[in-house]
């Protein structure tokens, strides 16, 4: 018996679509009650797994386990696990409350006790007033909720949840990442988040998982990841990233072992200005000025070669700091360095 | 230079005018078909409808032009209402089975069915109506008929006892497939059958592969699925369907001339009461029924919803 339940076990799964490895020798755990997101780009094997997990698709190599279970050759409709379909996938020819009870209607389910917890999960996602209408009279957020609803009342033991924020505009989005976050806690729910927004997972996991090509370049928590990056795709994924290598790195550190460095850890001042002890700094001009709102970013093309990003607040009254075609001076502590293991 | 004076100014103000005035645009691009619509098709309609309250003198021959209700009094004899049966069981036995056999094939063309192999199929289905439907009818006859292929293959199985046992079926049966109500069936059936297809095809592409994901994922099985999910969204595809198949057997006079034993279905009692009877307003009258049958039919296809997801 372990001492921490595992809700999902990946041990060295491969999926491969003809020559396309899609899934390519992965191994990870979810722990129970986790918020466990999977991060990468379009084709990074993110959603093969989570297809993975609820059996629409078999892996070719290596075993899946749900609470402990195998599920290699189990059947979507004999596991326990849910999902919110990326398009949502609701029954276009069923009302909001038909939908939400499907999944108890198949499991025969008392129609009473239906209708009551279809009251109860619609009540939940605050969709009361809606149970007669037909999912095309939604809205795009109300249709999530419906979806969402649909998949927890039959209290699955992992939800599985497919960019299911994606096709919201950005306010409902935010919105609807602290519900579902809140949601999550309330329920005690595994929840296994498949994003291409690393905002998103940054803001709502516990742990995230970054995929790349089929395979796991980093698991861990937000701040772990973020602060952390073990190879340069992460540094370059989540969040923005100065990948400092080769000829670069051996000027500015001394070495040539490749570092990244975030544009918001490094200051910048005139030129003549002196460096604090256990400082890099560097010497360049600023080539171009982005105002973003709340930041305003800095393309610094630096000396000797080469060019670094810079993001500072726009703290003091939207004046930006420095000018096209000024020369500055950038410093940051040398602690700051994120060294990188892998290859760009 | 502006682009009016390119396009001269005539074109120029005409295409302005019919960008600026939907409306009128629409209004020019319909009126050819409505006009077509209204007086040809719904005029010859009327006109039907017309004969058929006219009557025949009997002594004379000649059509008497005054409203009456003598011929519908003609129309509703025993004879005409075995007729009316005879043609309305074999369209109803036609479209059961046509949707029947189409949905698995429309099913795998959707959904198994690669890109290519789709292509190959859909060639399949419509190759057949690239040719005469008189000549493939009267292949059919060959087919069928007592020194037909049929005949002979049953003979290498050795199965001819099983092919007499059918053809001893009362009614259905006759003395060979070709002269059989069996045989009118299967060429009814495979004449129309396209016209089953291709609708439950177009009704299941409208239904993405993640309702079935979704509906396995809440735990229904491949059957539940099927019945809960993918029948209730593709009956439209085949209440169009059956529209056709029921409709073109209802009318057709060709094949059950050819294949089939030769009491009559509508189609051939309409052509031989304007041919050689030449009793118009009795052959009108006849018409009104299929259009009668047809009218029903899509009343008790709306009642059930058939429409609702178009």
């Given at each position: 018996m372990q001492q921490k339940k595992t809700a999902v076990r990946f041990d060295g799964v491969a999926r491969h679509f003809g020559e396309v490895r899609a899934v390519d020798d992965v191994s990870f755990e979810i722990g129970d009650g986790e918020f466990f997101s999977m991060l990468g780009p379009s084709g990074s094997g993110k959603t093969t797994c989570l297809r993975l997990i609820a059996g629409f698709e078999q892996p070719d190599a290596g075993h899946i386990a749900v609470h402990g279970v195998n599920v290699e050759g189990v059947p979507p409709y004999e596991r326990d696990v849910n999902t919110v379909f990326q398009d949502y996938a609701l029954f276009p020819h069923m009302t909001v409350s038909e939908n939400v009870e499907y999944g108890l209607m198949i499991r025969k389910v008392a129609p009473a006790e239906r209708r009551r917890r279809s009251r109860e999960m619609l009540a939940l996602v605050k969709l009361e007033a809606m149970g007669e209408r037909k999912p095309n009279q939604l809205s795009g957020g109300q249709r999530q909720r419906v979806a969402l609803a649909r998949a927890l009342i039959n209290r699955p033991g992992v939800l599985l949840l497919d960019e299911p924020l994606g096709a919201l505009d950005l306010k409902l989005r935010e919105q609807m990442q602290e519900e579902l976050k809140s949601l999550q806690r309330q329920v005690g729910i595994t929840f296994v988040y498949v994003t291409h927004d690393q905002n998103e997972a940054l803001a709502m996991s516990d742990r995230l998982a970054v995929f790349n090509h089929g395979r796991i370049e980093q698991i861990g928590a937000p701040a772990e990841i973020y602060e952390h990056p073990a190879t340069a795709f992460v540094a370059g994924f989540v969040g923005v990233s100065n990948i400092c290598e080769g000829g670069l790195a051996q000027r500015l550190s001394?070495?040539?072992q490749p570092f990244a460095i975030r544009p918001e850890k490094i200051t910048m001042t005139a030129a003549n200005e002196p460096v604090p002890e256990g400082w890099l700094s560097v010497t360049g001009q600023v080539r171009a000025v982005t105002y973003h709102g709340a930041t305003t970013r800095y393309a610094v093309a630096l000396d000797d070669g080469g060019e670094l990003a810079v993001m500072r607040q726009n703290d003091s009254g939207g004046r930006p700091a420095a000018a096209a075609g000024e020369s500055v001076r950038l410093a940051w502590p040398r602690a700051l360095n994120q060294l990188l293991g892998g290859a760009a | 230079m502006t682009l009016a004076a390119v396009r001269g100014p005539l074109v120029h103000r005409m295409s302005s005018a019919l960008y600026l005035h939907p409306r009128l645009f629409l209004l020019l691009l319909l009126a050819p078909p409505l006009l077509w619509l209204g007086i040809i098709y719904l005029g010859s309609l009327l006109a039907l409808l017309l004969q058929s309250f006219f009557y025949i003198d009997?002594?004379?021959?000649n059509i008497i032009r005054e409203f009456s209700m003598a011929t519908y009094g003609q129309l509703f004899t025993m004879a005409n209402a075995d007729v009316f049966i005879r043609t309305a069981t074999m369209a109803a036995a036609v479209t059961i089975a046509a949707a029947l056999i189409a949905f698995p094939v429309a099913y795998y063309m959707v959904r198994h069915a690669s890109m290519r192999m789709k292509a190959v199929l859909y060639l399949a289905v419509m190759l057949p109506l690239w040719s005469s439907y008189l000549v493939r009818v009267y292949a059919w006859k060959l087919i069928l008929a007592k020194e037909g292929i049929v005949t002979w293959f049953a003979q290498q199985l050795h199965l001819t006892w099983l092919l007499d046992a059918v053809l001893s079926i009362p009614v259905i049966g006759g003395p060979s497939l070709s002269t059989s109500y069996i045989g009118s069936f299967l060429v009814f059936l495979y004449i129309w059958l396209p016209f089953m297809i291709l609708p439950i095809v177009a009704a299941l592409e409208r239904v993405p592969s993640s309702l079935t994901e979704a509906s396995a994922d809440l735990g229904a099985t491949p059957r539940e699925t099927f019945r809960k999910v993918i029948l209730p969204l593709a009956f439209p595809g085949v209440v169009a369907g059956s529209i056709f198949t029921f409709s073109l057997t209802l009318g057709d006079y060709i094949i059950p001339g050819i294949i089939g034993?030769?009491?009559?279905f509508i189609g051939q009692a309409v052509y031989q009461l304007q041919g050689t009877a030449g009793n118009i307003p009795l052959a009108a009258a006849f018409t009104v029924v299929p259009v009668a049958i047809m009218a029903i039919y899509l009343l008790v296809a709306r009642r059930y919803g058939a429409f609702d997801a178009l």
């Open positions: 001394g070495n040539a | 009997d002594f004379s021959g034993n030769s009491r009559p």
